[in-house]
Nanobody
Framework: EVQLVESGGGSVQAGGSLRVSCTVSGFTFDDADVAWYRQAPGNKCEMVAELRGHGHAWYPNSMKGRFTISQDNTKTTMYLQMNNLKPEDTAVYYC???????????????????WGQGTQVTVSS
C-alpha cells in the first residue's frame, strides 16, 4: 500500500526557517517522482518543488531561491527546507507522487498520484 505522511509543519515568524518532511511507504523515489505542493485559503494549489529521477531537484520559477528539496539515503523521506519565510508562504503543504501541473485547482488532487494528508505552515508577520 502506498502512503505518504508529512510532518514538521508549525508556526514561525517572518524571516525564519522551517523544514517539513514526507515519509513514503510502498515505493521509493527511484520508482516515482515526488513533489511538494501547497494551498492557501482562497488560492489554487501550486507546486513548490519536485524531486525527479536520480535525485534531481526542480523548482518552478516562482519558487526558486528560498526553498530546497532533498531526500535521505533510503530514498523514502524527502524534505523541504524553507528559508526567509514570508506570511504569504502560509499554507497547507502536501507531498504527492507522480506530480502533475505546477498549478492545479485544489490539493490533494484526484487527477494524479498519491497524496499525504498535508501539514500546516503558518508564518506570522
Amino acid at each position: 500500500e502506498v502512503q505518504l505522511v508529512e510532518s514538521g509543519g508549525g508556526s514561525v515568524q517572518a524571516g525564519g526557517s522551517l523544514r517539513v518532511s514526507c515519509t513514503v511507504s510502498g515505493f521509493t523515489f527511484d520508482d516515482a517522482d515526488v513533489a511538494w505542493y501547497r494551498q492557501a485559503p482562497g488560492n489554487k494549489c501550486e507546486m513548490v518543488a519536485e524531486l525527479r529521477g536520480h535525485g534531481h531537484a526542480w523548482y518552478p520559477n516562482s519558487m526558486k531561491g528560498r526553498f530546497t528539496i532533498s531526500q535521505d539515503n533510503t530514498k523514502t523521506t524527502m524534505y523541504l527546507q524553507m528559508n526567509n519565510l514570508k506570511p504569504e508562504d502560509t499554507a497547507v503543504y502536501y507531498c504527492a507522487s507522480h506530480p502533475g501541473d505546477e498549478l492545479i485547482e485544489a490539493c490533494p488532487s484526484e487527477d494524479f498520484g498519491d497524496w499525504g494528508q498535508g501539514t500546516q505552515v503558518t508564518v506570522s508577520s
